[in-house]
């Protein structure tokens, strides 16, 4: 795996001092330290490694150039939708790796062929940095305009080899260090206003759509806890979920399905790049709001020889859109889940809660939260069954043996791997009752073994970020925050209703009932 390779590099850096998943750790860490160096190169070879199962050619076909890959953007989009796109090609081909286009495709993406891993087996080979490159590939076979970055690829952009990843994530790691005492009790003062809205809206109206609330309560969470700064008392105000949503679409909107007529879309944002001139104003006001509240950090960076100008807007991109883009994602997803299990799961779940919290004294604390292996579970079992990140790039950097659970794959250098993780963590030869979610799954020693396969933060559950992998810096902060949100909310409330709808970045999801604490 990409972050072993890293492992004798790595000494104690940050500790966010929540409980472990498993046995083998006593917390969850971020581990990097100032001493550590970007990691080699991996040594090309002249061939792949053997294998003991069968070579299997790779089946599929990307087409004719152009006609292809606008076929299979059709049916990625319109005609099929994502899901039936990737299980329509399995049966096909009788195989989870297989070759086809990627959108957006031309004209956008000159190169769009990818080889698909869809099964927990292959899949992890996109997080080994000795097979695989993660350059300019965050958001696969195109990479939008730097322009919206300040003229910098971000962090997200960079291979762990390039000497700026290390630096860069260094600063990461800082930032979340030097705030981590602020979690909690920003955590518990912002999404306490999110509930007294949802009521209100649920007294006035008989129903309260979750989704803007949360946008407004996330960004106002991490502005508060990060960075010491409420947005409502500054110059940007209440407009940053709103800049933010318009910033994302113009770098990820040739991979979303927005809702509008498929012409519409074809001929707009499958075509060309939105010009960056129609949302400069708004993201000046993102950076100038950072910029200001980010002096302890710039001034870290200076040190690390980062200059602030690429400091601050790094801290923009990590912030709006990795933090607060898997907030608006994953909160409403986690909604979902629990709302579609019931009362029952409603129940347990508040009796946990509650029962390790008065026990603790009365407030929300680490280890008040290494008391409650349910909700531990339930927040697990949900990054399994709808991960936030689901798409995976990687670029073969030699030639590579793949393996599926039943066959052996040649892979050229310089090929696009693609991985589509929800179906990777819903592989029914790892999991039982794959598609369905069950609360409790990860509850106990047999469960926590299973946590490997746990895929969303850019490699396995149970590794760690270090600088030199690609695993998300902030996994520990958002898996810390995503349990905060469940405590939280069972602290509050017994049981709930939903609605659930769709929306170009996950579920929407309405409120139609809130029943408050009764014990």
């Given amino acids: 795996m990409a972050s072993s390779a890293s492992t004798t590099l790595s000494s104690p850096f940050l500790r966010l001092e929540f409980p472990s998943s498993t046995k083998q750790r006593s917390s969850i860490s971020i581990r990097a330290s100032v001493s550590e160096k970007p990691p080699l190169p991996a040594v090309s070879v002249t061939s792949p490694e053997p294998s003991k199962l069968p070579i299997r050619k790779i089946p599929g076909d990307c087409g004719f150039p152009v006609i292809g890959p606008f076929k299979d953007r059709q049916d990625y989009f319109y005609k099929q939708g994502r899901d039936e796109f990737f299980k329509s090609r399995i049966q096909k081909y009788q195989s989870t790796v297989f070759r086809t286009n990627m959108p957006p495709g031309p004209f956008l993406a000159p190169d769009p062929n990818v080889v698909v891993l869809l099964d927990a087996k292959s899949f992890p080979v996109l997080f080994d940095n000795s097979k ?20 910098y690829r971000v962090l997200s952009y960079l291979d762990p080899s390039e000497p700026k990843h290390a630096l860069l994530k260094q600063l990461m790691f800082f930032l979340l260090k030097s705030r981590r005492a602020h979690v909690i009790s920003e955590f518990h003062a912002s999404y306490k206003e999110l509930f007294h809205a949802l009521e209100a809206n649920l007294a006035e109206a008989g129903k309260a759509s979750f989704g803007d609330a949360n946008d407004q309560a996330a960004f106002n969470f991490l502005s508060r806890s990060l960075f010491n700064s409420n947005p409502a008392d500054t110059k940007l105000g209440l407009d940053g979920p ?21 012409f519409l879309e074809e001929s707009t944002i499958r075509t060309f790049r939105l010009p960056f001139s129609l949302i400069k104003k708004d993201y000046q006001r993102l950076y100038d709001f950072f910029y200001e509240s980010s002096g302890l950090v710039l001034d ?18 990590a912030t709006c859109f990795n933090s607060f883009g898997g907030m608006k994602l994953f909160f409403p997803n986690v909604l979902k889940w629990i709302g579609r299990a019931g009362v029952k799961l409603h129940a347990r779940l508040a009796e946990e809660i509650r029962s390790a919290v008065r026990s603790g004294g009365g407030e929300i604390s680490m280890a008040a939260m290494e008391k409650m292996p349910l909700m531990k579970s339930v927040v697990y079992e949900a990054f399994r069954i709808d991960p936030p990140v689901a798409l995976q790039f990687g670029r073969a950097k030699r030639d590579l043996i793949i393996e599926s659970h039943d066959h052996a794959f040649q892979v050229k250098e310089g090929e696009m791997l693609f991985g589509y993780q929800p179906f990777a963590t819903k592989d029914p030869r790892i999991f039982e009752r794959a598609e369905e979610f069950v609360g409790d799954r990860f509850v106990g020693e047999e469960g926590e073994k299973l946590l490997k396969h746990v895929l969303w933060s850019n490699g396995p559950e149970t590794e760690s970020p270090t600088l030199g992998n690609k695993q998300c810096a902030g996994k520990d902060f958002v898996t810390l925050v995503s349990r905060l949100f469940v405590v939280e909310f069972f602290l509050r409330y017994d049981s709930f209703e939903i609605q659930v709808g769709t929306s170009p970045l996950g579920s ?9 604490a009764s014990f």
């Fill in 132 to 151: 695989v490159e993660k350059k300019d590939v965050f958001t696969g076979t195109f990479m939008p305009s730097t322009e919206l970055t300040g003229g």
């Fill in 242 to 262: 709103k800049i933010v949503q318009k910033w994302v679409l113009f770098q990820i909107g040739p991979i979303l399905r927005l809702g509008l007529p498929q």
């Fill in 300 to 317: 870290e960076a200076e040190r690390l020889g980062i200059t602030r100008d690429e400091a601050c807007h790094n801290l923009l991109f």
């Fill in 508 to 516: 929407s999801v309405t409120i139609t009932s809130l029943k408050r």
